[in-house]
Structures are given as C-alpha cells and as structure tokens.
C-alpha cells in the first residue's frame, strides 16, 4: 500500500497562488507518473496536470502558463505550483501517483485538500 498526504490548500482571493504538497509514503514502490486532479461542486473530477518521470508535463488548457507541476523523486512527492488564481480554480485537489510495485502498476489517490478562490 502507498499513502498519499496532501497539503497547502485554503483560501486565498483573486490573482493569489498557492502551493500544494503530496507526500507518498510505504515499502517498495517507484512512482512512474504523479498528477493533479480537481472536483469543483457539482462538476466531475478532472485532470489538471500531470508529470513523468522523464519530466514530460502535461496541463489542462484552462491552467497552462498559471499551474506549475513539478516531482521530487528523493521525497516521493508531487507539488503544484498555482499562481493568478481565479475563482473558477475553486475545487477539491487530488493527487494521483501511478506506481510500480512487484512488477505491476498501480494507482493511489490523496484524499484531496479544497482550494477556494473568493475575494
């Protein structure tokens, strides 16, 4: 099993950023993909940005140039970087790590922290 925490979300008014945090935890895993999710109420759950490990990124079109997504291998974590925040940011964040263990691939969720942009 892996564990996954993450940190950094609350509030914060309009063109203010953010920096979220998702620490992996556990026994023999590698992590081959982290990536950022978010639910906004009502909505369904979509992919905000992704990274591998080869450091290709990957961002939905309504974030890009404001979203920075980046990995620390030694840490096992995922962090991501939101910058000119708008109010249609507002939602739960998840994290998602796609790992290698025993020679399979798994996926692991957070349990998510809310970001809410109001002024």
């Known amino acids: 099993q892996v564990q996954l925490v993450e940190s950094g979300g609350g509030l914060v008014q309009p063109g203010g950023s953010l920096r979220l945090s998702c620490a992996a935890s556990?026994?023999?895993?590698?992590?081959?993909?982290r990536g950022w999710y978010r639910q906004a109420p009502g909505k369904e759950r979509e992919l905000v940005a992704t990274i591998t490990n080869g450091g290709n990124t990957n961002y939905v079109d309504s974030v890009r140039g404001r979203f920075t997504i980046s990995g620390d291998n030694a840490e096992n974590a995922v962090y991501l970087q939101m910058n000119s925040l708008k109010p249609e940011d507002t939602a739960v964040y998840y994290c998602k790590l796609i790992v290698e263990q025993r020679g399979r691939s798994f996926q692991y969720w957070g349990r998510g922290t809310p970001v809410t942009v109001s002024s």
């Open positions: 556990g026994s023999s895993f590698s992590i081959k993909t």
